[in-house]
């Protein structure tokens, strides 16, 4: 395996590649170098050797990462888990570790969604120390936590267990950097430990995920006051290098036996029940339950589907034609569909809020954003198209290296891309996002405030950030007369701001009329064109332009 591996990089890059292989192969560190498919790119030399890896084929739907894993002497039982940890879309897992086998893993996403993962033996006083402590906050690590958990059952003790992870830690370390995140962290555990009774054990299992054993019995009621007294102290303010900082932190709650009968089926569930917890907005506890469990299973399926439909190409776009007041085609709007090969044909509102909570909106955006360019590098020159951003793709630092590097490949001009903002993105940095769009702006790209009028955008924003145009959500599309002094006033604004308006929504003629009455420059709608294939709006353009 490892040597078809080496080939994939060497075919691409030659001499660069070998040096580049050599000096990895020296590194004491295992490394394993693969996508977000689980395709591996690249294992060192002592990555097998420390895994005892055999020479292996994936088959039966396995991934390759799958089966190197599943050969390896070394991962033995605890392949599964290292799995897992190696392919979870949580951030909150990057950087963090995990003991198995002898082994510790710790991985690190790279670009284009690929990953690094590193594997290093633990041994000796190493070894003892990390399996008893966690180093920065001198909390229980997670191999002593499970110990307890283990030691516990045997003496026939009921034990709890809860999972907390910070909300908002991210933020810190973006803004404050990582010794502030570190700070926050050492702070963090000594509120948890001394918001415990005495005789329970705090432990930090990695990241921004710590955890406490309840050994002694303790009712529902118990539990939830523990939980609400941790969640109350977390989130009360840290001053932390002479700035008040705010986190929060969110709570699952699992009980033995009924939730599991071993250290790992309570953990687990603890952690499903504080995904849920994460799930619902942050901020609150959450008891575990089977019904959790099944619908985790959905996700994790539905997360399979579609790395899979990434994978085997079958998004595909569709392009919906905005005219301008005479009537003129002037640009499409670039919406996402999935040709699944049983289900046929998916909305984007069936997948995309699934594509956004495992953490694949970055690489589909940017799949969408590519294949858009290029299609428009088709089209007549005064002719644009519109793609749509995703909060969380203008919450990558990246994202607009990213942009000026697609429209580069693809030889589209800037200006002849519009990017479609939400509202939701204004809100978690401002200051951020504004310099983002600043910087997009000297591309030349146009941006979109979209779906305005039903938000929560004040007008002001409209002045502090740099559109071009507004979007009217075509919920105000109706003949109802305050649905029409709303479309009147915002079409007002934006003629004193400088703005173009677009209405969404025109399904009738009569509202095409009234529309364009209330002051809309662009429309969009069913009854000016749905969505279409590529191949069908080419063919449009060559109608009207005949």
Not at 17 to 31: F, I, K, P, R, W
Request: aromatic share 6%; proline share 3%; net charge negative.
């Amino acid at each position: 395996m490892g040597m078809a591996i080496v080939n994939r990089i060497e075919n691409q890059t030659e001499i660069p590649a070998l040096a580049l292989l050599a000096a990895l192969n020296q590194l004491q560190q295992g490394l394993i170098l693969y996508d977000a498919s689980g395709k591996l790119l690249h294992v060192s030399d002592r990555a097998q050797e420390l895994l005892e890896a055999g020479d292996t084929q994936p088959g039966d739907g396995a991934t390759e990462l799958e089966a190197l894993l599943r050969s390896a002497k070394r991962a033995g039982a605890n392949w599964e888990e290292a799995l897992r940890f190696l392919t979870t879309t949580e951030e909150r897992r990057e950087n963090a570790g995990l003991e198995r086998g002898g082994l510790r893993y710790t991985w690190k996403q790279v670009s284009d969604g690929n990953r690094v993962a590193f594997l290093e033996p633990v041994s000796g006083e190493v070894a003892e120390k990390q399996s008893d402590e966690d180093f920065l906050t001198g909390l229980a690590s997670r191999a002593r936590f499970e110990a307890e958990i283990e030691a516990a059952m045997a003496g026939g003790a009921a034990v709890s267990a809860m999972f907390i992870d910070l909300d908002h830690f991210k933020a810190v370390n973006d803004t404050l950097g990582h010794a502030a995140g570190d700070m926050l962290l050492k702070r963090v555990g000594q509120r948890l430990k001394s918001s415990i009774r005495n005789g329970d054990l705090a432990a930090r299992f990695g990241g921004d995920e710590f955890a406490v054993l309840i050994r002694a019995n303790a009712t529902a009621d118990d539990l939830s006051g523990m939980a609400n007294r941790i969640i109350e102290v977390m989130r009360r303010s840290f001053l932390i290098e002479g700035q008040l900082t705010h986190v929060g932190a969110s709570v699952g709650i699992a009980r033995m036996p009924t939730d599991g009968s071993d250290a790992r089926e309570l953990l687990r569930a603890a952690d499903l029940a504080l995904y849920e917890s994460k799930s619902a907005g942050g901020g609150r506890a959450t008891f575990y339950d089977k019904t959790l469990l099944e619908r985790e299973q959905i996700r994790r399926n539905g997360e399979m589907d579609l790395r899979r439909a990434l994978a085997l190409r079958q998004f595909e776009l569709h392009y919906q034609p905005q005219l301008n007041s005479s009537g003129k085609l002037v640009c499409f709007e670039a919406l996402i569909r999935w040709r699944h090969p049983e289900r046929g044909l998916i909305p984007p509102l069936a997948f995309l809020p699934i594509v956004e909570k495992v953490g694949m909106m970055g690489q589909v955006g940017e799949w969408v954003l590519r294949t858009a360019c290029a299609e428009a590098t088709k089209w007549p020159e005064d002719i644009c198209v519109a793609v749509n951003v995703a909060p969380s793709q203008l919450g990558n630092k990246q994202f607009v290296d990213r942009v000026r590097q697609i429209l580069e490949a693809t030889g589209l001009p800037g200006c002849r891309l519009e990017l479609e903002i939400t509202e939701e993105s204004l809100a978690g940095d401002p200051a951020g996002v504004k310099a983002m769009l600043d910087e997009l702006r000297t591309l030349g790209i146009s941006l979109a405030i979209d779906d305005f009028g039903t938000g929560y955008a004040s007008m002001s924003q409209l002045a502090m950030f740099p559109f071009d145009k507004i979007k009217i959500d075509k919920s105000l599309a109706g003949t109802d007369p305050r649905e029409r002094a709303l479309v009147k006033a915002i079409t007002q604004l934006g003629d004193d701001l400088g703005l173009s308006t677009l209405a969404e929504g025109v399904e009738s003629r009569e509202q095409m009329v009234q529309l364009h009455g209330d002051g809309c420059e662009f429309l969009q709608g069913y009854h000016l064109g749905r969505p279409m294939s590529a191949e069908d709006a080419g063919l449009l353009i060559e109608r009207v332009r005949r």
